[in-house]
């Protein structure tokens, strides 16, 4: 099954009619290399973007020039649906790996949406569910550092397993950098690298060339006390 229908799916029923819709409506496949924009911050796109390697996220870039990274975008993720109803980006979104990534058209999303409301309601929901996600990350402040990144580990695991790309015993499929991760959470390179480090000591990490594998999965969501319920996948997975 194509990735951006096993996303769907994980969230809403939508009939074979409608999967062959989706797919019908994609255009050809385009490379952003690491460190690029796929999507510019106060652009107009006239598309919707889907990730279908790489690991990309939503960012925004301070008067200091500091990234603050709002939230991380994986294969079947459609990064900036809300774009065909708000019109002008408020930030961007950059790949953080070589990534490569398909558009559908804003007037083709209009028409699926008139053709196939069921669709569009899958559509409504994905688009809320980042604004699940978005809460969950506020609520990081109270949390100690280390329970916030074993957090965001459960969250890039569960997230990539759904469609298929993350299993427990084996490396995450892109690299997680340090920077990346302290971007995300607030924290400083050298307050994430001593946490990461602290969940290595305690077993249920390890970490490699930049990539992230979970040993302990229970231990990783005890310490980070991960209810994958906010995600709101029809069947949220763990190992």
């Known amino acids: 099954m194509h990735l951006l229908l096993r996303k769907l799916t994980a969230l809403h029923t939508i009939s074979?009619?409608?999967?062959e819709a989706v797919l019908a409506s994609l255009g050809k496949p385009r490379a952003f290399d690491r460190g690029t924009d796929i999507v510019s911050d106060g652009s107009q796109p006239r598309h919707t973007t889907i990730i279908l390697s790489g690991m990309a996220c939503r960012y925004?870039?301070?008067?200091t020039g500091k990234r603050?990274?709002?939230?991380?975008?994986?294969?079947?993720?459609?990064t900036d649906l809300y774009s065909y109803v708000m019109k002008t980006m408020d930030h961007a979104v950059g790949a953080i790996t070589d990534c490569i990534i398909a558009q559908?058209?804003?007037e083709k999303i209009a028409t699926l949406s008139d053709q196939y409301p069921n669709l569009q309601y899958a559509f409504w929901r994905d688009t809320m569910i980042d604004a699940s996600i978005s809460h969950m990350w506020a609520t990081g402040e109270s949390r100690t550092s280390l329970s916030r990144i074993a957090h965001m580990i459960?969250?890039?695991?569960?997230?990539?397993?759904?469609?298929?790309?993350?299993r427990i015993g084996e490396p995450f499929p892109?690299?997680?950098?340090?920077?990346?991760?302290?971007?995300?959470?607030g924290l400083s390179l050298v307050h994430t690298n001593k946490t990461l480090a602290a969940l290595r000591r305690k077993g249920v990490l390890r970490m490699s060339a930049g990539?992230?594998?979970?040993?302990?999965?229970?231990?990783?969501?005890?310490i980070a006390e991960f209810d994958p319920a906010y995600l709101h996948f029809k069947h949220a997975r763990g190992p």
Do not use: N
């Open 16 to 19: 074979p009619e409608e999967q």
């Open 60 to 63: 925004k870039v301070l008067r």
């Open 68 to 78: 603050h990274i709002l939230t991380f975008q994986y294969p079947g993720d459609m």
């Open 104 to 106: 559908i058209s804003h």
């Open 154 to 166: 459960c969250e890039i695991h569960t997230r990539l397993t759904i469609v298929g790309l993350s």
């Open 174 to 185: 892109y690299i997680v950098g340090q920077r990346d991760l302290g971007e995300a959470l």
């Open 211 to 222: 990539r992230i594998e979970i040993v302990d999965w229970g231990m990783l969501v005890e």
